[in-house]
């Protein structure tokens, strides 16, 4: 399994499953998700029940810090961000998954046991 799933992977899935032309799937996908695209720039919410929704959110503005120059203070402006919120069948999915397995992925070396001091 790769690690992400790609629009590619997407098409071709759907290719095997429909047995729709390929180029039909894809124009398909990409024509979802501009209409996705376009609503969350409208700032419009997409609900896509079960799986969940896509909300648009404004960030307030804020003072942050350059991580070189920590004493210079830097502005973040207002700004809007897409926040995501799951929803009932994509969480009941998600408490199934193995968070070791996840959280080792990456290539990190799985925690060690605690051991009790002697």
Do not use: C
Not at 38 to 63: C, H, I, P, S, Y
């Amino acid at each position: 399994m790769s690690t992400n799933l790609t629009k590619r992977e997407i098409v071709l899935q759907i290719y095997e499953k429909t047995g729709f032309p390929q180029k039909e799937v894809q124009t398909t996908v990409q024509m979802t998700l501009d209409i996705i695209m376009n609503a969350l720039a409208e700032g419009r919410n997409v609900e896509l029940r079960n799986f969940g929704v896509l909300e648009v959110q404004v960030r307030k503005a804020r003072v942050g810090r350059n991580p070189n120059k920590p004493e210079t203070e830097v502005i973040i402006p207002q700004r809007a961000v897409v926040k995501f919120k799951s929803g009932k069948i994509l969480k009941a999915k998600l408490k199934k998954l193995d968070l070791v397995a996840l959280q080792n992925k990456g290539g990190e070396a799985p925690p060690a046991p605690a051991t009790p001091a002697t």
